[in-house]
């Protein structure tokens, strides 16, 4: 029986993986469950779940028939309910920076760390390796991507190069000017996967995969040189990786996240997920195009915050996170996303960033330009 904690058990991945959990539940028993602030969703979760330790950043009245579990309120929620759980197994599946310090946290007490938020990599991606090397404490992907690449790497041989693959988002096909204007219910409104709203918008802009290039570096250790993006709209194929004798290894199969979130449950083994099989006879043909740069800046933004350092890392998320809710709100249009962060990107100054404090200050240096320029377009 392996314990598990659940940070952000009420979105898209957390209700996914506890989909997959209950389909185990000889194997799994889920020691703690966090969100941020949708509360009764979060009780509905514990009732059915009954873990030790339950947190929610922003308070509310515990029903009684929930007192039986220990509750943490919040910001630093989710390191509480970790220190308290000490489970073998944390999934970090938080949006956003606001999950660097749990999986900073998760590594301090488990024993491994299943990881879904990718911004925690992208900000503090090299402080996060070293101290999961220093704890000898494993990383286990669940971005599909990572998953498909984790999961060819398995052979144990040197990959020379990494291929991320991209549904292209909602906006795949849109000419640049339509692209600049699109609201926010043509953004949401994913070709291939359904997802939280952040995520989704980010694949709109493409900035997804630019936050997985960088993902993907510092998860298996690659120049950002040898990281390819294929656009592939029917999202079958979730990543390739090739070898020194020009072999390339796929992992298929359909759209589903509890694929990858049952291979790093599972990991070594295989575990059932609950998706259908793919049917290749049925699934239509399989295109690859290249990623169009000039329609979707955000990839090459990412790109270059990659070769310049944590420091430029750092800005572009947090660009990226308040102009991306602005966004949602109706406060900016489309297209002002990547202006706005590319406005970040080249106004900030180099940085050292050697703790976890360096991150947060740096962050919130970015969110506040950003906020400065969302204001002027309001
Ligand atoms: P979502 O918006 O659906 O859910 C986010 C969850 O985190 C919610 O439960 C929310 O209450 C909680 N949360 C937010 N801030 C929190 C905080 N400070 N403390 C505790 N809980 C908090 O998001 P999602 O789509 O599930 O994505 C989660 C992460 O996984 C993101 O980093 C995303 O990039 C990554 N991811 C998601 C998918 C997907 O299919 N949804 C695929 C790959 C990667
Ligand atoms: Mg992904």
Redesign the pocket.
Known sequence: MREIAI????????TQALDVIARHSGDFRVSAL?????ANELFAYVRRFRPRFA?L?REAPIPEDLRFCEWFFG?D??ERVLRAAKSHDALC????I??LP?VMAALEVCGRVLL????ALVTGGALVMEEAARRGVPILP???EHSAIFQCLQGGQEPERLILTASGGALRTWSREAIQRATVRDVLKHPT???????TV?CATMM?KGLEVIEAHYLFGMPEAAISVLVHPQSVVHSLVEFADGSLLAQMGVAD?RVPISYALGYPQRIESGAARLDLLSCGPLTFEAPDEARFPCLRLAREALRAGPYAMIALNGANEAAVAAFLENRIPFGAIANIVEQILASTLPERISCVEDVYRMDKGARLSANVEIGRME
Not at 34 to 38: D, E, P
Not at 193 to 199: F, L, N, S, T, V
């Open positions: 940070l952000g058990a009420t979105g898209s991945i957390g966090t969100a941020h602030s949708n947190g950043v910001e929620a989710n599946a938080v949006v956003g606001a999950g749990a879904a938020n990718k911004e669940v971005d599909s996967w359904r997802m939280g709203g952040k995520i980010d997804n996240m």
